[in-house]
């Protein structure tokens, strides 16, 4: 069992989406809904990308300019990962998991509290071999999918993720999503404690 943080208002959640141009639709919906919905999410942000150049401006210049070092934050990256490749993307870019780590490590060192990352893509627990590597954790926990996931419950499975770790709210649409997780044998998400 998880822990439940403190309620506070200095989290944030920042979702980023790497797909192609077609399929970047759900995030935004989902920070509107976080947005409107959420007492315990006090600032919520969306970027979304096809671009593999903009994807790491944007974790490594752009989020370290709107985190605040007292925030909780989670990040969550909603993406395609590959049994074959050492990294994320989908068909026209790819992000290797050296660059990407190396952009969060830059986005999120001025945090007090180390972030949560959630990263929703198959085979997306690779990373956590270059997240090993280096000398000091970049997150306090990684939720990433084990294998290939299936697109119905990433959603759900990934509000469930937020309320497992204190980063609460409370949409109806989400906890539909959950239940539907909940059928599940196998939940998508493996979660790795990284401990300073």
């Known amino acids: ?28 919906v989902l920070a509107n ?11 919520v942000d969306y970027f979304s990308s096809s671009k593999k150049d903009e994807i790491i401006n944007y974790i490594s210049q752009d989020i370290p300019h709107i985190i605040r070092e007292d925030e909780e934050v989670a990040v969550y990256i909603d993406t395609h990962g590959f049994s074959s490749c050492d990294g994320i993307g989908h068909k026209k870019d790819f992000i290797s998991w050296d660059e990407l780590v190396l952009a969060i490590k830059n986005a999120v060192n ?11 893509a198959c085979n997306g627990i690779s990373i956590k071999n270059t ?16 294998g290939i996931m299936l697109n119905g419950p990433v959603m759900g499975g990934f509000s469930r993720l937020l309320n497992e770790s204190g980063l609460e709210f409370g949409e109806k649409e989400l906890e539909t999503l959950n239940e539907e997780l909940a059928k599940r044998d196998n939940p998508p998400f493996i979660c ?3 401990k300073p």
Request: charged share 25%; net charge positive.
């Open 1 to 28: 069992m998880i822990p439940k943080l403190p309620i506070s208002k200095k989290k944030r959640l920042v979702i980023i989406q790497f797909l192609d141009e077609n399929e970047c639709k759900t995030g935004y």
């Open 131 to 146: 997240i090993n590597q280096l000398d000091e954790p970049i997150c306090s926990k990684l939720y990433a999918g084990d």
């Open 110 to 120: 001025k945090l007090r509290t180390l972030p949560i990352i959630i990263l929703t």
């Open 33 to 43: 809904n976080i947005r409107q919905s959420s007492p315990f999410i006090g600032n």
């Open 192 to 194: 790795i404690d990284y």
